[in-house]
């Protein structure tokens, strides 16, 4: 079956440090890979994608690198924000239907 | 970017009630879904809602106890029934087109049962 797995939180960081939340996963077929975002009180918002191997999601300063060899999908920021605090989840899907499975979330707290 | 609102926000509801909650998307789409996050916890898949035929439910949800309408291609309901306070969650509806197009989420409806 499909899973993913993400490191669990949560992740303090000091404003200005350097992120990197791990997310590996396993897949039936080629999948789509996600990152979506859940700010306090709010639902949930796509961060990045890629769709195939090699490919770069990138967005407000995060990257993700689809890694096939790896089946990773790390999620990186150089310098987080206060503004960044929420929970991230990593997400894959496959075939149609587009359904997601979704990693178990990691919470970030960014400290000024 | 697809554009879904959902009705009610929150609620706070009785045992035994039920609670029917409405999604609506913008645009026309061929797949919605709907998904259940635990406090704390991840998303868990309820069941894919197909337009003209019956929902498709994930292990562990039943028709009973989660009845699904997709009426048209913008519009699907869930409704939660004979609730008891293990229902407390939020529920979030979704849509996407096919493999590899990105899924919008609601807001979400915060559910609180006593």
């Known amino acids: 079956g499909n899973s993913v797995t993400q490191m669990e939180g949560p992740v303090t960081l000091s404003e200005e440090a350097f992120l990197t939340i791990n997310c590996t996963y396993t897949?039936?077929?080629?999948?789509?890979l996600f990152w979506y975002v859940q700010y306090p009180g709010e639902g949930l918002q796509l961060l990045l994608k890629?769709?195939?191997?090699?490919d770069k999601g990138s967005n407000k300063g995060f990257e993700a690198t689809y890694r096939k060899e790896t089946t990773s999908f790390h999620l990186e920021k150089g310098s987080v924000q206060v503004s960044d605090s929420a929970v991230y989840f990593c997400a894959l899907s496959v075939n149609a239907g587009n359904m997601l499975t979704f990693g178990g979330g990691t919470r970030l707290m960014v400290k000024p | 970017s697809a554009v879904i609102s959902q009705k009610p926000s929150r609620d706070i509801c009785q045992r035994g009630t039920s609670l029917t909650i409405q999604c609506q998307v913008d645009s026309q789409v061929t797949m919605m879904f709907w998904y259940r996050q635990q406090p704390g916890q991840s998303l868990t898949l309820i069941a894919t809602?197909?337009?003209?035929?019956?929902?498709?439910?994930e292990s562990g949800f039943v028709i009973d106890k989660f009845p699904i309408s997709r009426p048209n291609l913008t519009f699907s309901t869930l409704t939660v029934s004979n609730m008891s306070p293990e229902d407390s969650s939020i529920y979030l509806c979704s849509s996407g087109r096919g493999q590899g197009e990105t899924q919008y989420f609601g807001p979400g409806t915060r559910l609180l049962v006593l």
């Open positions: 809602a197909n337009q003209g035929s019956e929902a498709t439910y």
């Open positions: 897949a039936t077929g080629y999948p789509s």
């Open positions: 890629a769709t195939k191997a090699d």
